[in-house]
């Protein structure tokens, strides 16, 4: 499972990050399917040549044809004229290995919570964050993952 490859290798480069998506609404406690994994990290150039360079390092490439300062220096014109919201990885070998990387937000700007899973402690955003996250697109599957968490918060009341 790309969660049990890759968080490792982030925890070991020392790289902030935190679990977001659908894995992360899945590790709140709703029921949610998912292939791929979405990580939250800071906006730097620096983060982000260490995030392709670790990335690179184990097989996965970049899906755009830009490197890690390209996206960093174009990041507002590629989400304003391209509506690009992550950087997507993909592991050349394990197909099903999809990474994003938000390009839109920054982990600084959000708060994180560690959940015990069989992989180990995770970090993923807040509940809150979460359901600000998803309230920002208008896709079915995110509306409906609002609902699902909006629903487990009133039960942690």
Not at 66 to 83: G, V, Y
Request: charged letters at 25%.
């Amino acid at each position: 499972m790309i969660l049990a490859r890759i968080l490792p290798l982030f925890q070991d480069a020392s790289i902030p990050y935190c679990v977001v998506g659908g894995y992360a609404v899945a590790l709140h406690g709703a029921v949610r399917g998912t292939l791929d994994l979405d990580i939250l990290t800071e906006l730097t150039v620096d983060n982000f040549i260490r995030i392709e360079e670790l990335l690179t390092s184990i097989g996965m490439k970049s899906l755009l044809p830009l490197n890690a300062r390209n996206i960093f220096t174009n990041r507002e014109q590629l989400i304003n004229e391209k509506n690009l919201i992550a950087w997507n990885f993909i592991h050349l070998e394990r197909k099903m290995d999809l990474l994003d990387i938000l390009i839109t937000e920054d982990i600084r700007n959000y708060k994180t919570v560690s959940v015990l899973s069989q992989w180990g402690d995770i970090p993923v955003i807040d509940l809150d964050g979460l359901i600000q996250l998803k309230s920002k697109t208008q896709r079915r599957q995110d509306l409906e993952d609002v609902q699902a968490l909006t629903s487990l918060k009133k039960e942690e009341k």
